[in-house]
């Protein structure tokens, strides 16, 4: 069980253009799900938690009209990279938080988001 | 906010041998400490956690220990082999947000046949 997927697993776009990540938790329900952003060798910086049938809420520093969260249901989150440009390039990785009053977090498996 | 920090950065040990990793946390509300195993392009994997009503839990060649009073907790691998080789991050909980995990820096893990 807590399985998480993420869509796509590696994208390629050009600079100026929207990219449109997805998160699903598989065999549970999430209300809540969590963004992170990884540059290679560094460790996992949250971006921002997303709720279902709420606002995202962004870390510090964070753009929240450059990304774009929505938790539409209880197993989709999406993020939504506007405008990218080459230092938006990184390893984008979802969370999603498995069970009632738990605080495990399941990962997806990432995407991978190269801007030209 | 809080604020994890791990120790060493990087770990080299012979296949057999134990590996100790360190992390000491600032927010005394925390309460929720996860290890997470990541290779190289692949998802964090939870590997262990503890919550702070326990001292120390272990599964099989992994345990993590947990001192409050001095805010620091520490993953062990014994007997390690060389699929144990990956980048090992811990993290702790939110004292105020449900669910949010601040994670340290991480450790790279090389294990030599």
């Known amino acids: 069980g807590a399985v998480v997927s993420q869509h796509p697993s590696r994208v390629i776009c050009k600079s100026g253009t929207s990219v449109k990540i997805e998160c699903r938790s598989l065999?549970?329900?999430?209300?809540?799900m969590f963004w992170y952003r990884q540059f290679p060798k560094q460790s996992l910086m949250l971006m921002a938690t997303?709720?279902?049938?709420?606002?995202?809420t962004y870390e510090q520093g964070v753009e929240k009209d450059k990304f774009l969260i929505n938790h539409a249901s209880l197993t989709l989150s999406t993020l939504t990279v506007t405008s990218a440009h080459p230092e938006d390039s990184s390893f984008y990785i979802c969370?999603?938080?498995w069970g009632l009053g738990q605080e495990t977090q399941y990962f997806g498996p990432g995407t991978r988001l190269l801007v030209l | 906010g809080e604020n994890v920090e791990q120790h060493p950065s990087t770990l080299s040990v012979q296949e057999g041998d134990s590996a100790v990793i360190k992390c000491t946390y600032s927010?005394?509300?925390?309460?929720?400490f996860p290890w997470y195993k990541q290779e190289l392009g692949k998802r964090p994997q939870l590997i262990i956690d503890?919550?702070?009503?326990?001292g120390e839990k272990k599964d099989q060649r992994i345990a993590v220990t947990l001192n409050k009073t001095a805010k620091h907790f520490s993953l062990h691998i014994t007997e390690t082999q060389p699929e144990d080789s990956a980048v090992y991050f811990c993290?702790?909980?939110?004292?105020?947000?449900?669910?949010?995990?601040?994670f340290g820096q991480g450790t790279i893990l090389t294990v030599h046949p």
């Open positions: 993290a702790a909980s939110s004292g105020t947000s449900y669910g949010k995990l601040t």
């Open positions: 503890i919550r702070s009503n326990v």
């Open positions: 997303s709720n279902e049938g709420s606002k995202a």
């Open positions: 969370s999603a938080l």
């Open positions: 927010d005394s509300a925390s309460n929720y």
């Open positions: 065999d549970f329900q999430a209300t809540t």
